[in-house]
Nanobody, 114 residues
Framework: QVQLVESGGGLVQPGGSLRLSCAAS????????MGWYRQPPGKMRELVAR???????NYADSVKDRFTISRDNTKNTVYLQMDSLKPEDTAVYYC????????WGQGTQVTVSS
């Protein structure tokens, strides 16, 4: 059974930082494009960033130069380092593993507010 377990969400002030983690089943992690998506209140889910097995990355324009996605293949874990957070980054953040199928984590809330 594929599992994606997220952690690291919470409440942070504007300008602050958070790091999200997503631990995946080894069988999936080794072959999957890993990504982070988010769903702001009342809006559609959107891509934040993704990383291939070879380490190639791409980002949504809204988070470029502020967020960094990385993967640790020894820990089967993908990270999202979020810096210079803004109130508009408030959302539920979901980990995604894409192979032939799409797998999703349960989501973790990130709230940016003073």
């Amino acid at each position: 059974q594929v599992q994606l377990v997220e952690s690291g969400g919470g409440l942070v002030q504007p300008g602050g930082s958070l790091r999200l983690s997503c631990a995946a089943s080894r069988a999936i992690f080794s072959i999957a494009i890993m990504g982070w998506y988010r769903q702001p209140p009342g809006k559609m889910r959107e891509l934040v960033a993704r990383i291939t097995t070879g380490g190639n990355t791409n980002y949504a324009d809204s988070v470029k130069d502020r967020f960094t996605i990385s993967r640790d293949n020894t820990k089967n874990t993908v990270y999202l380092q979020m810096d210079s957070l803004k109130p508009e980054d408030t959302a539920v953040y979901y980990c995604n593993a894409r192979t032939t199928y799409n797998y999703w984590g349960q989501g973790t809330q990130v709230t940016v507010s003073s």
